[in-house]
T-cell receptor, first 114, second 113 residues
Framework: AQSVSQHNHHVILSEAASLELGCNYS??????LFWYVQYPGQHLQLLLK??????LVKGIKGFEAEFIKSKFSFNLRKPSVQWSDTAEYFC????????????FGQGTTLQVKP | NAGVTQTPKFRILKIGQSMTLQCTQD?????MYWYRQDPGMGLKLIYY???????DKGEVPNGYNVSRSTTEDFPLRLELAAPSQTSVYFC????????????FGPGTRLTVL
């Protein structure tokens, strides 16, 4: 069965530290990849997405992610985090489905200390 | 545009009670989804719909039912509430079947006691 795995469940960083959140998926075919963010008390919103082309994609608020096909990975990065980045981050994959269904990872809670 | 709206925001049910979680979108999206979110488990797909009159099961459909009589509305029905259905429920919609962005509602926090 297709699955998405996020390795870090809870990350604590100080402001200005660099961030990298891991995401791996299990599917051998063409995939569309997403990172969603859920700020405290808010609903999920899209950070960035990869469909094709340049494997390094840039999203909102200075986030970027790199698709490495050979490693089945789509890691999220940010060079310098801010307190306002405190949130839960979800990696999601649309794997060969013609229904738009997404498979989500377990989520990573990021806490940024001021 | 209101986007995706859900009601109620919070609800407490007793075991065995029934309720319907409402979801409406005003973006004319064909694709709609219901997820549940449990701590440390991410989001699990309950049911989805690719258009009015067409619904199908997701990963965790047991204990739930859906209908899609219009493009805008996609209600989720719990017939006999159980403590295992305590969760946060999110409705989402999308314009594309090819992995287009899903737009999420604010969620319904349901507790079954």
């Amino acid at each position: 069965a297709q699955s998405v795995s996020q390795h870090n469940h809870h990350v604590i960083l100080s402001e200005a530290a660099s961030l990298e959140l891991g995401c791996n998926y299990s599917y051998g075919g063409t995939v569309n990849l997403f990172w969603y963010v859920q700020y405290p008390g808010q609903h999920l919103q899209l950070l960035l997405k990869y469909f094709s082309g340049d494997p390094l994609v840039k999203g909102i608020k200075g986030f970027e992610a790199e698709f490495i096909k050979s490693k089945f990975s789509f890691n999220l990065r940010k060079p310098s985090v801010q307190w306002s980045d405190t949130a839960e981050y979800f990696c999601a994959v649309n794997a060969g489905s013609n229904t738009g269904k997404l498979i989500f990872g377990q989520g990573t809670t990021l806490q940024v200390k001021p | 545009n209101a986007g995706v709206t859900q009601t109620p925001k919070f609800r407490i049910l007793k075991i065995g009670q029934s309720m319907t979680l409402q979801c409406t979108q005003d973006m004319n999206h064909n694709y709609m989804y219901w997820y549940r979110q449990d701590p440390g488990m991410g989001l699990k797909l309950i049911y989805y719909s690719v258009g009015a009159g067409i619904t199908d099961k997701g990963e965790v459909p047991n204990g739930y039912n859906v209908s899609r009589s219009t493009t805008e509305d996609f209600p989720l029905r719990l017939e006999l509430a159980a403590p295992s259905q305590t969760s946060v429920y999110f409705c989402a919609s999308s314009y594309s079947r090819d992995g287009g962005e899903q737009f999420f509602g604010p969620g319904t926090r349901l507790t079954v006691l």
